[in-house]
């Protein structure tokens, strides 16, 4: 699998930084960590800036990642290899990415709810949001519904989202909104929810604001949550 793009008109300095670029996508793409890392370092020896990189280069070959697994023409650890390529990529932008204050798209808390302890898929959702320009706070796995209240009146993100791998742990779910009801912060989020036994139907049941039944599909649902394009 390639990443093309067309050079246009573009100046040849040009052409050989996206040239860079292209190959950091297709290393996030092929799972080729080591070589994300070298790459995320050459493109920035040459001067681009932080935030280029990320979108240009990590977050193309993620989206690419996102759209293959969404057609099921990419598997769980192909996907697996992907997120690891562009965490190695991120340890070396995201100080620099600070430093610039570049703002994120949005901002998502992210765990797996209470009495469930699967997290490949949430961090595989985790991976993908951040290749999006999310930021994003995990809170990790067997997450009480208190905890996710407590993230949002730190961190103020609006979307929360919740993983149920079993479905003995999806009525933890309709916890997590029930208590932001109660606390009277459920008109401040928008609530997305997710794992292998959740439905659009078990979704609309409890009053939440989004389904995604694969992590690419949430990414497009964050967005689409927050009203970007």
Same mark, same amino acid.
């Given at each position: 699998?390639?990443?093309?793009?067309?050079?246009?008109?573009?100046?040849? +300095?040009?052409?050989?930084?996206?040239?860079?670029?292209e190959k950091l996508a297709q290393a996030v793409?092929?799972?080729?960590?080591?070589?994300?890392?070298?790459?995320?370092?050459?493109?920035?020896?040459?001067? &681009?800036?932080?935030?280029?990189? &990320?979108? !240009?280069?990590?977050?193309?070959?993620?989206?690419?990642?996102?759209? &293959?697994?969404?057609?099921?023409?990419?598997?769980? %650890? !192909?996907?697996?290899?992907? +997120?690891?390529?562009?965490?190695?990529?991120?340890?070396?932008?995201?100080?620099?990415?600070?430093?610039? =204050?570049?703002? %994120?798209?949005?901002?998502?808390?992210?765990?797996?709810?209470?009495?469930? &302890?699967?997290?490949?898929?949430?961090?595989?959702?985790?991976?993908?949001?951040?290749? *999006?320009?999310? $930021?994003?706070?995990?809170? =990790?796995?067997?997450? !009480?519904?208190?905890?996710?209240?407590?993230?949002? $009146?730190?961190?103020?993100?609006?979307?929360? *989202?919740?993983?149920?791998?079993?479905?003995?742990?999806?009525? $933890?779910?309709? +916890?997590?909104?029930?208590?932001? !009801?109660?606390? =009277?912060?459920?008109?401040?989020?928008?609530?997305?929810?997710?794992? *292998? %036994?959740?439905? $659009?139907?078990?979704?609309?049941?409890?009053? +939440?604001?989004?389904?995604?039944?694969?992590?690419a599909s949430a990414v497009l649902k964050a967005?689409?949550?927050?009203?970007?394009?």
């Open positions: 699998m390639e990443i093309s793009t067309q050079d246009g008109e573009r100046s040849m +300095a040009e052409i050989m930084k996206s040239g860079t670029l793409l092929e799972g080729a960590a080591e070589d994300a890392k070298r790459l995320t370092e050459k493109a920035l020896s040459e001067s &681009l800036p932080p935030n280029t990189v &990320l979108v !240009e280069g990590l977050s193309a070959g993620m989206t690419v990642v996102g759209g &293959l697994f969404r057609r099921n023409e990419m598997f769980i %650890p !192909e996907v697996l290899l992907s +997120a690891r390529a562009m965490r190695f990529g991120m340890e070396v932008l995201r100080p620099l990415l600070a430093e610039t =204050g570049a703002k %994120p798209v949005g901002k998502v808390i992210l765990g797996t709810v209470a009495g469930d &302890l699967h997290d490949i898929g949430k961090d595989i959702v985790h991976m993908m949001l951040e290749g *999006a320009g999310f $930021q994003v706070f995990n809170l =990790g796995i067997n997450v !009480e519904a208190h905890k996710f209240i407590e993230a949002f $009146q730190e961190h103020k993100a609006p979307v929360i *989202a919740l993983s149920a791998l079993l479905s003995t742990t999806m009525p $933890q779910q309709k +916890a997590v909104i029930e208590a932001f !009801e109660k606390a =009277g912060l459920r008109g401040e989020v928008k609530i997305l929810i997710g794992g *292998a %036994p959740v439905t $659009q139907e078990y979704a609309d049941k409890i009053g +939440a604001d989004g389904f995604a039944p694969d992590a967005k689409e949550l927050l009203g970007i394009s």
